[in-house]
T-cell receptor
Framework: DAGVIQSPRHEVTEMGQEVTLRCKPISGHNSLFWYRQTMMRGLELLIYFNNNVPIDDSGMPEDRFSAKMPNASFSTLKIQPSEPRDSAVYFCASSKIRQDPYNEQFFGPGTRLTVL | GQSLEQPSEVTAVEGAIVQINCTYQ??????LSWYQQHDGGAPTFLSYNALDGLEETGRFSSFLSRSDSYGYLLLQELQMKDSASYFCAVRPRRDAGNNRKLIWGLGTSLAVNP
C-alpha cells in the first residue's frame, strides 16, 4: 500500500511568493496532520483535521498560513506571502481516528522548503 | 503547561545498550509513544505504552511509569543503523473525544560509533 504522499519534495522560492504544499493521506485514514520541523523548534503541529474538518489550528503561525482538506484524499498547506523564517521541513501525517496502537501516526517524506 | 523533556544527545558504541529518558509535565495523557527519525527522513512509529510497565519489540523496549511521570526507550545490541533521532510523544487527556493531537519532545540524537 502507498504511504502518505507529499509534493513537492523540495521547494525553493523567493520571499513574498505563494507556496502550496500538497498531501495525500493513506487510504482509509480519517485524521490528517500538518507539522513543521526546524532545528530550533523541533517538530511543531500546525493543524490537524478529523474527517476533513479542521479540529485544532492553534499551531498555525499567523494569517499567512492556511490549510484546506476538500476531501478525504487531499490536503493543502498554503503560505502567502512566504518569508525566509518559513524555511523548514513540512510533514504531513495521517492516522485513523480509532487507531491501534493509539498514538501511531504515519508520516509522509516531507517537503523541504527554502525561502530566499 | 505541558512539556516533555529528553536529553538532546546520546552517544554509544555498537553492541551496547542505551536508554533514552523522557520526563513529562502534563496533567494527564493517553499513553507514551516513541518515534525514530533518521537524518533526512520522516518520523516513524516505534512503540506505544498505554499502561505502566515494559513493552518489548525486538531489540527495542519502552517503559512507562505514570506515578513517576517518566518513561524511557531502551535500545539493545546497538547497530550503526540505530543512529537517528528519537522522539517521545503523548496525547493530552485534557482534550475530549476524538482529539488526535500529540505533544512531542524535542528529540534525542543518538550516535552509534564503531
Amino acid at each position: 500500500d502507498a504511504g502518505v504522499i507529499q509534493s513537492p519534495r523540495h521547494e525553493v522560492t523567493e520571499m513574498g511568493q505563494e507556496v502550496t504544499l500538497r498531501c495525500k493521506p493513506i487510504s482509509g485514514h480519517n485524521s490528517l496532520f500538518w507539522y513543521r520541523q526546524t532545528m530550533m523548534r523541533g517538530l511543531e503541529l500546525l493543524i490537524y483535521f478529523n474527517n476533513n474538518v479542521p479540529i485544532d489550528d492553534s499551531g498555525m503561525p499567523e494569517d499567512r498560513f492556511s490549510a484546506k482538506m476538500p476531501n478525504a484524499s487531499f490536503s493543502t498547506l498554503k503560505i502567502q506571502p512566504s518569508e525566509p523564517r518559513d524555511s523548514a521541513v513540512y510533514f504531513c501525517a495521517s492516522s485513523k481516528i480509532r487507531q491501534d496502537p493509539y498514538n501511531e501516526q504515519f508520516f509522509g517524506p516531507g517537503t523541504r522548503l527554502t525561502v530566499l | 503547561g505541558q512539556s516533555l523533556e529528553q536529553p538532546s544527545e546520546v552517544t554509544a558504541v555498537e553492541g551496547a545498550i542505551v536508554q533514552i529518558n523522557c520526563t513529562y509535565q502534563t496533567s494527564g495523557f493517553y499513553g507514551l509513544s516513541w518515534y525514530q527519525q533518521h537524518d533526512g527522513g520522516a518520523p516513524t512509529f516505534l512503540s506505544y505504552n498505554a499502561l505502566d510497565g515494559l513493552e518489548e519489540t525486538g531489540r527495542f523496549s519502552s517503559f512507562l511509569s505514570r506515578s513517576d511521570s517518566y518513561g524511557y526507550l531502551l535500545l539493545q545490541e546497538l547497530q550503526m543503523k540505530d543512529s537517528a533521532s528519537y522522539f517521545c510523544a503523548v496525547r493530552p487527556r485534557r482534550d475530549a473525544g476524538n482529539n488526535r493531537k500529540l505533544i512531542w519532545g524535542l528529540g534525542t540524537s543518538l550516535a552509534v560509533n564503531p
